[in-house]
Structure formats: C-alpha cells, structure tokens
C-alpha cells in the first residue's frame, strides 16, 4: 500500500452487535469506502465493525481497528492494522480522529458518544438507520449513497 | 475533609459557555451535590462548570476538576483538586467514570458525548433543560429536584 | 476542605509491591507531604500507593487515587477522591500531570516510566532508593528530606 | 496491502529531534522492518520517527504514525496510516502497546518513557544508542542486527 495513493481515512461507528440486515449494510459501506480508495478506520470489534472491514477487504481496501483492550487479539479477522489502545471507552474518540468522515450505521450509546464527538470537532457525518439527533446527522438508505454523501463533504 | 464523610462523588456535565439563567440554576446543582453530603465532579472549565464547582464550595463542599489541558491554570477558581489529563476530549470519558452519578445541564454535542457514555456505563443520570434522548434521560425542573432523584437513585 | 487552603498537590510513585521497609518510607512520605500542606496524589493502588495514602490521612491530609481501572473498587481504603481512569498504563502520566512535584519511592519499570514522564515535562522529583538515571533523580534518605527538597524546588 | 501478508507490526521509538548519524541508523531500521515484512508504527513525527518511516516507504514498507495531537497534519510526510490521538504524552503508551516489539534509537526522557512501559508489559526490545538500564534493554550495533534481533526474539 502506497499512503500516497490513499485518499484518507473514513471511520465507521456501530455496535458490536448487530442483525444480518445491519450487517449487510455495514458490509456495503465498507465495500465502498474501499472502492472509493479510501482506508477505513473502525473499532476493529465485532458486530458493524467486522462487517465494514470484510466488505472493505472484499474490495481489495484497507482497514485499520482501533481496539478498546491493550490485546491485539481482540481485532476482528479482517483488521489489517491494529491499535490495541487499552483505553476503554476513551478509544471511541480516538476513532472519530482518525477519520476524515464517518459514517454511522444503527448503534446505541456507544455509538452516540462517537456521533457526538464526530459533531463536536466538525467531522462529516452520515447516519444509516441510527441517531438523527435532531437533524444534526444527515441520513442516507445504503451505504452507496451514506459513502458518496460523505465523499461529496470531503470536496 | 474525611474521605469517610464524603458519601461519594456526583458528576455535573455541561457547557463552557451558558446562560446566566443555566449558570444559576448549575450553581444550585454544584450546592445541592454538597448539602447532601457528596464530592461534586465535572470538567473543572468555565460557564455550567464553574457554576456547579461555585455552588458546591459556596455549600462547603469539595470539588474535583479534570481538565483536558496539560495545564491545571485552565482550571475555574472553585475547583479543589485538578487533574489536568492533557487527554483533549477523551477526558469527557474520564469526568463520567470518575461520578457515581450524572447531572446534565444544558449542553451541547460535548455533553451529548457524556450523556451516552453514563447512558453506556450504565450511571445513573438525571438531566435539565437538556438531550432527552426519547426518555432515556430523566429530566427535572431545577438542581434541588435533579440532585434528589439522583441520590434516591444512588439508595 | 478548602482548596484555596491546600499548597499543591505533590505526587507519590512506586510499585503496587513493597517491602515493610519500604511500605514505613512511602508511609512517612505522605505524612510529611500532608504535614507540609500538599494534597497527595498517586496511583490509588496497594504497596507504596496505599503506604504513602494512608501516612497522609494519619497527618490529616487529603488523597487522591488515579486508578488504571475504570471499577473505583480498586482503590486502597485510603484514598478520598478517586479517579478510575479505565486508562490502563496511560493514567501513569496522569498522575504526574497532577502532581505539582514527584516522590518516586521504590519502583520498577512501570515507576521508572512514570519518572521519565515527570523529567519530560519538567516537574521537580526526588527519590528515594530508587532510579537515579546518571543523576537525573536526586536521591533523599527519607520522606523528611524527601519532601523537604521537593517544597523547596516548589518556592 | 494484504494484512494477511503482513507479519505484524514493529514499533521503533526514539526522540523527534536527531542528529544525522542518528537519523541513517533510525531509517536503516526502518527499511530492515520493511523487508522482514512487518508494518512500522512509531510516534509519526520528526526526527528518528521520520528517519524510520521514510526507510521504511523507501524498502516498499507500510508505516503507522500515533501522533499526540489530534490534527494529523502533525505527521510527517513518510507516514501512511496516521492516528492523531490528542492524548499529548499518554500516545507514548499506545505506541508501544500498537508493537509486537520495540527497537530504541537514541532518544531523551520520552523515548525512556516507552522503553520503560515496553519492558513493564513484557514487549521485546533492543536498543541502539540509548538507555541500557542495566543490561534491560540489550544493545545492537545498526539496524540490521537490531531488527534480525528483534525477529528472532518474536519466533
């Protein structure tokens, strides 16, 4: 992998547990994260993050687990680099900052500290079936249209 | 002061900037958490910080500050004992685990990161004129109403 | 407490084992830094984390613990404010962010750690029989001289 | 980059300013890293951090950059997967916490910092020109001998 042939950084925000229906969109999100030719960045768990670094790996991408435990082992299969942080939930704003953009798909608290963060330092977002908060978190159907926002933010 | 006194440490979490009328009604929180016998915790900056670290120490009580700077001079006059993390905002985590329990005023995205947390952890919360998260956060008119149900929740 | 009364805060490090030699030296440390009007601050554990804690409560002190463990439960049952980081090693440099200045008493790797940090960011330390680095830490016999030599870098 | 392909990652350590004989020795390391087939993570700045990625991308290498501030433009330009971590000096943890083992150039008191958490959780190192701690950290004379070193202590 050449850095400079990576566009950046996309993170993807979601539970460690998730239905099939999530997980084919988390899959598809990192899918084209990967075609977009971008690394993806994640928790690097289970759940949503599993599913967004095999559909990232799928299509020949990147990905990049930034795990809550000091233990590597922790990492999903499909993590390519891995940051055992071992700082508990602290790691969650270590995931928006690695990220250019986020998307967030389904998730509960967890997830609405990353979305939170994410709005807090004025990183693009898009939401899938998740927090809308308002309005504050554009929504998008799947991850073809969540990733294209996203990239049209990055602009 | 005796550790053995205090009955534990309640968190006050909300914006560096307010209202004067969210100051008062902070400065009531941060008195209320020191009549009833327990530490006032927060993020030891300016606006619903300091007025909940003012109202506790104008009670007698004790408060504690953890800063995101390096530098304990970012600390308001009213905190007792600062611990600067130099951590930016994954000190938000830290200000969550470090209360028994949670008082919300106001606020905006970086309390909303707080919330989610103490939502995750599973803290006790009660919250004034702030994210209401579909009735996730139990919200009460003023600090002396807040502070009671929280303590009630602490039994 | 009043905090407007306390001096500073002043800093205990060393390892969660000790001998009694050692447990009586951290304990007279923290008598001394309470007697001299310092809060204590330290790791929050057992060894010379507790012997250093409960010198300064039996002086009238106040402690504080910043636990590597987000479970305050892990605190020694000398410590009056507590911090459950849920860090990890990373809230070693916690601790000696919110020291004013360091006794390093005793120690391993995980206290030689913690005195490199304080030399990094250039906080007065003192130690007793424990890393000199080509005199980097000056050594004290006891905690009299120890933190004698630390109140008087702090004027 | 396939991170099957990988053989895991190698921290390599040392101060953000270097004289030039330092920064031969820190990009000999990392070009010896690259070839093995391990990515590179260190602390993504200057000095021997720079020196080790650039021989890293020069030897077709992937390089990981923990940065301490949460602006990734603090990365230098060798980096390919940057991790702006806003921690300031606790990003010093996750580095080594990120390395299936450590090689030490050089380096002043941070640089101990991380040498001491790599011996505290048991990380295998080796040093070049830097703290030897009493035979702790064991010494080569370059690069290759201390990358064939480390490789030998992982198997």
Redesign the interface.
Known sequence: ???NQ?KG?IGVIGGAECTSDIYEIAREVGGEIAKKGF?LVCGGLTGVMEAACRGA?EAGG???G?LPT?DKRAANP?????????????R???VV??ADAVVAVDG???T??EI??A???GKPIVGIRTWE?EG?VPLAKGGKEAVALLVGMLR
Do not use: C, F, W
Request: aromatic share 2%.
């Open positions: 992998m050449e850095g990576l950084q690394a790996k990147i990905t990049i930034i000091s499909y993590v390519d680099v891995v940051i055992p942080t071992g700082l508990g939930h602290a969650n704003v270590l900052l690695a509960e608290t967890g609405l500290s939170a963060i709005l807090k330092v908060l504050r």
